[in-house]
């Protein structure tokens, strides 16, 4: 009853403050620097029950929010991507290789972030795309490892995308990674915090509500890392995770945590089919 009545003050701030209590996803179509076509909409995925209709954050911006994703040269996450191809090219650490040394062109990486988070075999867990460039750092590089959600680490992460942006995001959840992909999802839908609400709460039950004069969307990672017009940078997956546990008033989950990471791949995982975004611009 108390938690009913907690969830009732929470919506009823949500429409007050929007004036419409409910708009859903615009008609918008993506096309990136008018040649890479973005999926913003298609069939959820069968594992999720509740969602018939799965739709990129993108389509619940504004049109000038949405207008700035539209082209490379308007994006300001696109200066990360630029930024991250100089360390690319650049070498580091004791055996003086740079990313490109071994990987080639940085359009070798195209197909990567569709798949990640993703099960490695050799280290018999599943990784983030964050864990691999630090993998790859300290031991094929010998350099010092970035942090999780600094600048270097998500620039790099920015370019990893931008090479795979078009393309269907597919991240396995069976065979190893299933029992990741349950931790992740049971995370999901645990109500945490004060407020006592779940991602699910907000993101599946709630997304087209305006929050705060914020226009709730449902919570994809399709287009991350994300320009974030309120902060004026590039923010990864588990800085965005950490904000949303924080405001539902809950202590969080630290980036590259276990518990993060099975989120990650739950979260990608719910939106399978959608486009590669990022980096993409939201407000
Ligand atoms: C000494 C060679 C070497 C260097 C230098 C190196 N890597 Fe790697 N990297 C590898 C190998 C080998 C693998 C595992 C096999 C594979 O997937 O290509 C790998 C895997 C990866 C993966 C996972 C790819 C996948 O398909 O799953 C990413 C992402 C990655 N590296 C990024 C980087 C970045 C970013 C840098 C520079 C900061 C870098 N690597 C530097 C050799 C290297
Ligand atoms: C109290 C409601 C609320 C809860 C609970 C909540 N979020 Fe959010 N979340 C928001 C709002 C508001 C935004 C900004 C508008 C938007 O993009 O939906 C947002 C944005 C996001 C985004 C960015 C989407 C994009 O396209 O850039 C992701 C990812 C996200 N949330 C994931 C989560 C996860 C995972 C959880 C659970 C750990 C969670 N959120 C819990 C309200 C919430």
């Known amino acids: 009853m108390q938690q009913k009545s907690k969830m009732i003050g929470l919506f009823a701030a949500m429409s007050v403050v929007g004036g419409a209590a409910w708009a859903g996803p615009d008609e918008d179509q993506l096309t990136i620097n008018g ?3 973005i999926v913003t909409e298609t069939a959820a995925p069968e594992h ?3 969602v018939k209709t799965i739709y990129s954050g993108w389509r619940f911006r504004s049109d000038e929010t949405q207008a700035v994703q539209m082209d490379d040269f308007d994006n300001p996450g696109m200066l990360g991507v630029e930024n991250a191809l100089v360390d690319w090219e650049t070498a580091d650490g004791s055996e003086g290789k740079s990313c490109a040394s071994c990987h080639g062109a940085s359009e070798e ?3 990567v972030r569709a798949v990640y988070p993703k099960w490695n075999e050799e280290k018999g867990m599943v990784t983030t795309l964050e864990m691999e460039v630090n993998n790859c750092r300290e031991t094929r590089m010998g350099a010092e490892k970035w942090k999780y959600t600094g600048s270097d680490m998500t620039d790099m992460v920015a370019l990893i995308s931008s090479v795979s942006r078009g393309m269907p995001v597919n991240v396995a959840i069976d065979g190893p ?3 990741t992909w349950e931790q992740g999802k049971e995370l999901y839908y645990t109500r945490t915090g004060q407020l006592e609400l779940s991602c699910a ?5 709630s997304y087209g509500m305006m929050i705060r004069a914020d226009h709730l969307s449902q919570g994809q990672i399709n287009g991350f890392p994300t320009y974030r017009l309120k902060n004026t940078k590039l923010n ?3 800085a965005r995770f950490k904000g949303c546990v924080r405001d539902t008033r809950a202590e969080t989950f630290s980036p590259g945590s276990a518990e993060f990471i099975a989120l990650e791949l739950y979260v990608a995982s719910r939106g399978n089919g959608l486009s590669v975004e990022g980096p993409s ?3």
Do not use: K
Not at 201 to 205: F, G, L, P, R, S
């Open 281 to 283: 611009v939201r407000n």
């Open 35 to 37: 040649e890479i076509a």
């Open 236 to 238: 990864s997956v588990h």
């Open 177 to 179: 990674a299933q029992s």
């Open 201 to 205: 709460n907000c993101h599946e039950d």
């Open 48 to 50: 999720m029950a509740n």
């Open 109 to 111: 990486m195209a197909g």
